[in-house]
Nanobody, 124 residues
Framework: QVQLDESGGGLVQAGGSLRLSCAASGRTFSYYAMGWFRQAPGKEREFVAAISWSAGTTYYGDSVKGRFTISRDNAKNTVYLQMNSLKPEDTAVYYC?????????????????WGQGTQVTVSS
């Protein structure tokens, strides 16, 4: 079992930055690929980024490439999402997820564990 707790969301102006954190419980955190998804009102949950258990592989959704960076610290059981050059269309609830599958699995239903989400709002 892996329990996930996101933090770091908030309100930011367009062009600004935020860093999200996801703290995981469970001694097997380092065995899981970790990912971030987001869901805006009235839209389906969207893949944002993922990182392999060793941090050797990362994968990004097209809409965030070059602006967002995912990283992890297995000693702290934490995964991060650094978000730069934020746009109003990045506004959503951001969810942390864990999976034993490849980082390139972008279908939310195939990820095993989820956090409760943290709201990110980007004003224009």
């Amino acid at each position: 079992q892996v329990q996930l707790d996101e933090s770091g969301g908030g309100l930011v102006q367009a062009g600004g930055s935020l860093r999200l954190s996801c703290a995981a419980s469970g001694r097997t955190f380092s065995y899981y690929a970790m990912g971030w998804f987001r869901q805006a009102p009235g839209k389906e949950r969207e893949f944002v980024a993922a990182i392999s258990w060793s941090a050797g592989t990362t994968y990004y959704g097209d809409s965030v490439k070059g602006r967002f960076t995912i990283s992890r610290d297995n000693a702290k059981n934490t995964v991060y999402l650094q978000m730069n050059s934020l746009k109003p269309e990045d506004t959503a609830v951001y969810y942390c997820a864990a999976s034993r599958r490849s980082v390139k699995v972008v279908v939310p239903a195939l990820w095993d564990y989820w956090g409760q989400g943290t709201q990110v709002t980007v004003s224009s």
